[in-house]
C-alpha cells in the first residue's frame, strides 16, 4: 500500500517556542492532505483540511494564527504549531488521499507532542 | 447528535470468543465505510472497508444498514492479538474521514 512518512514521531519542546511536523506522500501525489489531532482516550479529531496549491481549511474550534499549514506540493504538507503550550500536549496525524471515492486513506506513523 | 457514535466499550473476551461492535452514523449522504484498528499510540490502520452487502475477510465480518445509518463489524474465535480499539469511519468523495471515538476491545487468555 501507499506510504506516508510523518516526521518527528515525537518532540518535546518548551512552552512558547514552535514546532514543524512534515508529512510526505512517498509513492503516490496526495492532492488532499488532512491533519487529525488525538487526545487520549478520545478520537482522531479533524484539524484542517490541506490541498495542494491552496489555502487550508480549518475546522471549528482550530486557530488558523497557531496551527499553520502549508502544502505547498503534491508530496509534502507541513503543520506548525506555534507558540505551543501544555494544552497542544496531543498525537498529531496526517492522512493523505488522491481524492477518490472508496479509497483507503493513509496515515502517517504520528507525531507525539509534549510540551513542558 | 455526533456524526459517528460508537460503543466505547471496553469488551472484555476469553479467547475464543466471538465479539460484535456496532456503530450509527448521522450523515445520510455517507458514501464510504472503514473499520480502522488503532493499537495504543500508534497510526490507525485500514481493517476493511464496509460494502452494502456485506463483506467476509477471514475472521471478520462487517455489514453496513444503509436504511438504518448503522454499521458492524463481527469478530469470530477471538485472539490475544485482535485486542485494541476499533474505530468505525465514515466519509464522502474528497473529503475527510469521520472517525467514532473507537470501541476497545481486550482478548484475554
Known amino acids: 500500500g501507499a506510504v506516508v512518512s510523518q516526521h518527528p514521531s515525537w518532540v518535546i519542546c518548551k512552552s512558547g517556542t514552535s514546532v514543524k511536523i512534515e508529512c510526505r506522500s512517498l509513492?503516490?501525489?496526495?492532492?488532499?492532505m488532512f491533519w487529525y489531532r488525538q487526545f487520549p482516550k478520545q478520537s482522531l479529531m479533524l484539524m484542517a483540511t490541506s490541498n495542494e496549491g491552496s489555502k487550508a481549511t480549518y475546522e471549528q474550534g482550530v486557530e488558523k494564527d497557531k496551527f499553520l499549514i502549508n502544502h505547498a506540493s503534491l508530496t509534502l504538507s507541513t503543520l506548525t504549531v506555534t507558540s505551543a503550550h501544555p494544552e497542544d500536549s496531543s498525537f498529531y496525524i496526517c492522512?493523505?488521499?488522491?481524492?477518490?471515492?472508496?479509497?483507503?486513506?493513509?496515515f502517517g506513523q504520528g507525531t507525539r507532542l509534549t510540551v513542558v | 447528535r455526533k456524526e459517528v457514535e460508537q460503543d466505547p466499550g471496553p469488551f472484555n473476551v476469553p479467547e475464543g470468543a466471538t465479539v460484535a461492535f456496532n456503530c450509527t452514523y448521522s450523515?445520510?449522504?455517507?458514501?464510504?465505510f472503514f473499520w480502522y484498528r488503532q493499537d495504543c499510540r500508534k497510526e490507525p490502520k485500514l481493517l476493511m472497508s464496509v460494502y452494502s452487502s456485506g463483506n467476509e475477510d477471514g475472521r471478520f465480518t462487517a455489514q453496513l444498514n444503509r436504511a438504518s445509518q448503522y454499521i458492524s463489524l463481527l469478530i469470530r474465535d477471538s485472539k490475544l492479538s485482535d485486542s485494541a480499539t476499533y474505530l468505525c469511519?465514515?466519509?464522502?468523495?474528497?473529503?475527510?474521514?469521520?472517525f467514532g471515538k473507537g470501541t476497545t476491545l481486550s482478548v484475554s487468555s
Open positions: 492522512s493523505a488521499s488522491d481524492g477518490g471515492l472508496n479509497t483507503e486513506a493513509f
Open positions: 469511519v465514515v466519509n464522502q468523495a474528497g473529503t475527510a474521514l469521520i
Open positions: 509513492d503516490f501525489q496526495a492532492t488532499t
Open positions: 450523515n445520510s449522504a455517507s458514501q464510504s
